[in-house]
C-alpha cells in the first residue's frame, strides 16, 4: 500500500498513525510527500516527496515580471511556462532507496 499526501506536511500525520498501529514504512505502507520540503531528508526513514523546483519557479517568475517592465507591452502577453517536477525517491517508499 502507497500513501501519497499533496503536503509533506500532512505525510508527517500519516506517519504517526501508521507507527501507532504498528506498521512499519515502507515494509507495510509506503509514504510520499509533495514540495520536498528539507525536513524530509532527515527524518528517521527519509521521506519520498516530489519536488517543486521552487527556486527555479521563482527565477522564471522574476524573469517574466522584468521583461514586462523592461517592455509594457508583454503585459498583454500570456505566458505559460510548465516545469517538471522531480520525484525525490527515498526510504519511505522504497526497500532500496539511492541517497538523495
Request: aromatic share 6%; net charge positive; proline share 7%.
Amino acid at each position: 500500500m502507497v500513501i501519497f499526501s499533496s503536503s509533506d506536511f500532512m505525510i508527517l500525520g500519516a506517519i504517526k498513525e501508521i507507527k501507532a498501529n504498528g506498521l512499519k514504512i515502507p515494509e507495510d505502507i509506503a509514504v510520499i510527500g509533495f514540495s520536498n520540503e528539507p525536513f524530509t531528508k532527515f527524518m528517521e526513514n527519509p521521506i519520498s516527496s516530489v519536488d517543486q523546483c521552487p527556486l527555479e519557479m521563482g527565477k522564471l517568475a522574476a524573469k517574466v515580471f522584468l521583461d514586462q517592465i523592461i517592455d509594457p507591452k508583454l503585459l498583454k502577453v500570456e505566458k505559460n511556462v510548465i516545469l517538471a517536477p522531480k520525484l525525490k525517491i527515498r526510504q519511505s517508499s522504497s526497500k532500496k532507496a539511492p541517497a538523495n
